[in-house]
């Protein structure tokens, strides 16, 4: 998709578009933090603004991570090793999907840490040739940028909330996207509070979902969701 909205353009959208209504706890320090496009040392000082004990630090995107091959295995290296193993999330300057992806990391933190821990912890078994990464990675990858969390409470009101940063990034260019949607129970009570405690115990229920190894290994364990900007 190209990056071609400026900082003022996005700036706007993000403010006025309903979809963003639920992240704006989080989303209104990040367009408030620059006058241009914030850099990482930008993104840290909201990141601590907001959660004191945040695990990772933004840097600047040297080159794009790659896929490698490790002892005969095929696993995922650049991008899943800098965060998992040494605490840094690689930012490509004035990039709209690498923006709305610290937008994720903020708003889901411990869901963020146990999708990286999945991917680097998932067996290369049973990869056909010409595989670079097994199904499980490739789900955990789909709803990492195209997951919507749809908060289902015993009286029957729902609420979804956007997880995957795709998602943002396809409502600021008008486009369509057909998300994969999970379902999570939840108490009645939190349907009702802010949107930063509901999805702080949202966050806590995902991140308990993708650490289980028996979840994300099937296509049907999500729905399917069209958004539309």
Known sequence: MAQ????????????????????????NPLLNSSNDWPDPNDLN??????????????????????????????????????????????VREKNVHDFLNCLSFLMF???????NARHRLESPEGLKPGQNRTR?????????????????????????LIFGHAIYEHILYGKTL???????????????????QMAGEADTELAAWLSSANNCRRADEFSHLWITS
């Open 4 to 27: 071609d909205l400026t900082w003022s353009t996005l700036q706007g959208i993000c403010s006025s578009h309903e979809a963003f209504k639920d992240a704006s706890y989080w989303l």
């Open 45 to 90: 000082r909201v990141a601590k603004s907001l959660l004191a004990d945040f695990p990772w630090e933004f840097t600047h995107q040297i080159k794009v991570p790659r896929r490698a091959k490790s002892r005969g295995m095929t696993s995922l290296t650049g991008y899943v090793e800098l965060i998992s193993s040494h605490g840094k999330i690689p």
């Open 109 to 115: 933190p411990k869901s963020k840490l146990a999708l």
């Open 136 to 160: 499980t990675q490739d789900l955990l990858t789909i709803f990492d940028e195209g997951g919507v969390l749809r908060l289902v409470p015993p009286s029957g009101q729902q609420k979804d």
């Open 178 to 196: 057909r998300a994969a949607r999970l379902d999570l129970q939840i108490v009645d009570e939190l349907i009702t509070t802010p949107a930063p």
